[in-house]
Nanobody, 119 residues
Framework: QVQLVESGGGLVQAGGSLRLSCTAS????????MAWHRQAPGKQRELVAR??????????NYGDSVKGRFTISRDSAKNTVYLQMNSLKPEDTAIYYC??????????WGQGTQVTVSS
């Protein structure tokens, strides 16, 4: 079992920045991929950014709409993954969810944090 707790959401003006954090607890030694997804009203949940680790290599993936503006990072010592969001746009408004999957199988989601970007 893994528990994920997000923080850092809020209201920001277009062009501004926010940093989201997701801290994992529980069976953290089995965590493989951590990611951020988002879901806007009336839309499907979509991948924002993903970071995986194998040995000493971290692989990063980003959704097309956030490339060049968002950066995902992972602090293994703190069991935390971050999402630095710059140049925010109103269309980035959504609930952002933290996600983790385990090497031994199993997927977990956080409760979500609201990000609202005003124009």
């Amino acid at each position: 079992q893994v528990q994920l707790v997000e923080s850092g959401g809020g209201l920001v003006q277009a062009g501004g920045s926010l940093r989201l954090s997701c801290t994992a607890s529980g069976s953290i030694s089995s965590i493989n991929v951590m990611a951020w997804h988002r879901q806007a009203p009336g839309k499907q949940r979509e991948l924002v950014a993903r970071i995986s680790s194998g040995a000493s290599i971290a692989a990063l993936n980003y959704g097309d709409s956030v490339k060049g503006r968002f950066t995902i990072s992972r602090d293994s010592a703190k069991n935390t993954v971050y999402l630095q969001m710059n140049s925010l746009k109103p269309e980035d408004t959504a609930i952002y969810y933290c996600f983790a999957n385990l090497l031994v199988g199993g997927e977990y989601w956080g409760q979500g944090t609201q990000v609202t970007v005003s124009s």
